[in-house]
């Protein structure tokens, strides 16, 4: 199920590994971008298969600004919250709740602010 919050109303920043990564999905796809900057440490960095991103204010602008299909949704299936950070796996959908494609992210957490994520992503729905 999604973690989408109901209502769009703003909040302050969570200060645990797992609400860190529920908020930086939820803002991510309610396009909260003022709110998912707030999440993200200035340093920033993400490494995914196809490039990288380094600062919050690049990975903001790339979500908000070039990202092909923004009607999207996170829907995460497990937060494995160990260590000083956290993992979580799930399943990007599309507009009509069809899978795009599963993923794994893994955030480092510090200082209450998400640090870095690197992405993992298999590319369908029975993989």
Known sequence: MPSRREGGEAA????????????YYDAL?????D??????????VQRRPDRTFEGRDRFVAS???????????????RVYPAGPGVAVR???L????????????VFSVENG????LETYAADSAGD
């Open 12 to 23: 302050a920043a969570p200060s645990d590994p797992d609400a860190l990564a529920r908020a």
């Open 29 to 33: 796809d309610a396009g909260e971008y």
């Open 35 to 44: 709110r998912l900057r707030s999440l993200l440490a200035p340093e920033f």
């Open 63 to 77: 979500m908000r600004d070039e990202r092909p299909n923004t009607d999207t949704t996170h829907a995460v299936e």
């Open 90 to 92: 799930g399943r990007l």
């Open 94 to 105: 599309d507009a009509d709740g069809e899978v795009l494609f599963a993923f794994v992210d």
């Open 113 to 116: 602010r998400l640090r870095s």
